[in-house]
């Protein structure tokens, strides 16, 4: 479990490392150590202490609850005093509490007697977070039978910590599940969900999200916090691997947010048009690790019609970005200006045959600039959803490194019978990918989207609600695509791969080339430096 400091303790720490703090006053030290302790990220409490002026610590607290609801919050506070003793705020149970709010029911088992140390089972379901599983139990006990309470865990604790064995003054060192189902059933089923079948990975990893949602600034983004909790907006996220000509791996991302009557974008009116702001987070994980973050504010500028319109929009939040070859999770978050939120996140697939991508429409454009879903010219429009409503939608997957002469086949089943096939013959040896136009039945019903490459097969279900009467072709669900640009160091970075691709490939001009482009763009560049050295120094 993360640390609680008493007030100052934190202050000292950073003090210690090397911070250069100007005194708090009294109503902020209060604040940051009695009111915020557990719902404030460590970027923004170092960035608080940082501050040098009362003022200026003033307006940040308004910024940190311009992003929270600040009255559910006090009220959590309140709570957790009054439920968990005196000082209930500092408690672990007062920290999950102020982080996940109520739970759906808390069950006290002191009426176990004897037979039981202090215990509490926590129920927890719909809990908006990205982290965190649809329902889930959490298991509070006093250690030993005394002292505060604290987050079970199976790593370090057993079965036998929780039973009384009855000779007074020792401890069941024996105890299962069997002895804890005679004294509470529900109880007995929460332990087996935290320890499945001995092995725990999955509880471990749910307990070690609640342990990390103090600091969930580090997952999935700066200023999103508890409004993540709070505020969640229905979102859905697709990720995918693409090669470029050179075999250099881009991930494509993209986060939807469906808008709609119950969707409230903070909206400020500026000499005749209405802006509103959202702040982007990205990052790529391995697997205990993150390697890359980005940030992004994206600003959308519109008329009062353009506006109107958007309520009935999805917005496409979308990005590429050069994959290293260690990342293994990629994760995004979209917050409003008001805190709504939402976060995607998936593993990096780097199967030779790609997971088919479904996508609104495919088409050949002439662009110059480096769009997301961009291959080749062919810009692929992405559908993340599981459910999709209309008559023709399209698919594509990308073979990595394709063998002359295999043959490639799609395969579309609805509701179990095979719809159509589709099969082709690849040429060449460098990333391809291959698409296909799949017709949908106006009744709907549930389709399997399979490519089949060799001895590969990669296959992707879709739940389709058929055709309304009023429906007019694909573009009749309006999406508004948001793509972030690359900036010039992650541009330089992607031009180093692949001039380090073309450069194992024999290929030295077209590598030497490359090179030279990454260092104008960042002559910071140290690995294109040294790549292009080496090439010329290979050539003298």
């Known amino acids: 479990m993360s640390a609680c400091y008493p007030p100052g303790v934190t202050v000292l720490i950073l003090a210690l490392l090397g911070f250069q703090l100007s005194p708090l006053s009294e109503r902020h030290r209060v604040w940051l150590a009695e009111e915020v302790h557990f719902v404030i990220s460590s970027e923004e409490r170092r960035n608080f202490l940082a501050l040098e002026t009362d003022t200026a610590r003033d307006r940040f607290v308004e910024a940190f609850w311009a992003l929270r609801d600040r009255a559910d919050h006090a009220a959590r506070l309140s709570a957790s005093d009054r439920l968990f003793g005196v000082r209930g705020r500092y408690s672990a149970r007062g920290r999950v509490f102020q982080l996940l709010g109520p739970p759906t029911f808390r069950e006290d088992y002191t009426h176990a007697g004897a037979r039981l140390v202090p215990t509490e089972l926590w129920h927890y379901t719909g809990v908006v977070q990205s982290q965190l599983p649809d329902a889930f139990y959490l298991v509070f006990f006093k250690p030993g039978g005394t002292g505060p309470y604290r987050l079970w865990h199976p790593e370090s604790d057993s079965v036998a910590d929780l039973v009384v064995a009855p000779d007074p003054g020792r401890w069941q060192l024996g105890a299962s599940n069997a002895e804890v189902d005679a004294i509470d059933a529900e109880l007995a089923l929460a332990l087996r969900e935290l320890v499945p079948g001995g092995g725990r990975a999955q509880s471990v990893s749910l307990l070690a999200n609640v342990d990390a949602l103090h600091d969930i600034v580090r997952r999935v983004g700066a200023r999103i916090e508890t409004s993540v909790s709070l505020r969640r907006l229905k979102a859905h996220f697709v990720a995918r691997v693409f090669h470029d000509d050179a075999g250099v791996p881009e ?42 973050r980005w940030e992004d504010t994206i600003e959308l500028d519109v008329t009062d019609v353009e506006r109107d319109a958007l309520r009935s929009t999805t917005l496409s939040f979308q990005g590429r970005r050069f994959l290293p070859a260690e990342a293994h999770r990629i994760e995004l978050a979209v917050v409003t200006e008001n805190g709504s939120s939402a976060v995607g996140e998936t593993v990096v697939d780097r199967s030779l045959l790609a997971l088919p991508l479904l996508a609104r429409r495919i088409q050949k454009v002439e662009a110059t ?81 399979r490519a089949l490459y060799g001895d590969r097969s990669r296959a992707i279900e879709l739940e389709v609600g058929g055709a309304s009467a009023g429906w007019s072709g694909i573009d009749a669900a309006s999406v508004r695509v948001l793509a972030r640009e690359s900036t010039p160091s992650e541009e330089s970075r992607y031009r180093w791969a692949r001039g380090r691709a073309f450069l194992g490939r024999g290929l030295g001009a077209r590598a030497l080339r490359e090179l030279e482009t990454a260092l104008a763009l960042d002559p910071n560049n140290v690995a294109a430096a040294e790549a292009m050295e080496r090439i010329r120094s290979a050539a003298r």
Do not use: C, K, M
């Open 369 to 449: 600039s480096r769009l997301p879903f961009l291959v080749g010219n062919r810009l692929v429009v992405p559908w993340p959803a599981a459910v999709f409503r209309g008559l023709v939608l399209f698919a594509a997957t990308e073979i990595a490194a394709p063998a002359p002469g295999t043959p490639f086949v799609w395969e579309i089943r609805r509701n179990g019978e095979l719809e159509f096939t589709e099969q082709r013959i690849l040429h060449g040896r460098n990333p391809t990918l291959v698409t296909t136009e799949i017709p949908l039945s106006a009744s709907g019903g549930r389709y399997l989207v």
């Open 251 to 292: 991930i494509h991302y993209a986060l939807e947010l469906e808008l709609g009557e119950n969707v409230h974008l903070p909206w400020r009116r500026e000499d005749g048009r209405w802006h509103t702001r959202f702040a982007l987070t990205g990052r790529l994980i391995d697997s205990t690790r993150e390697i890359e």
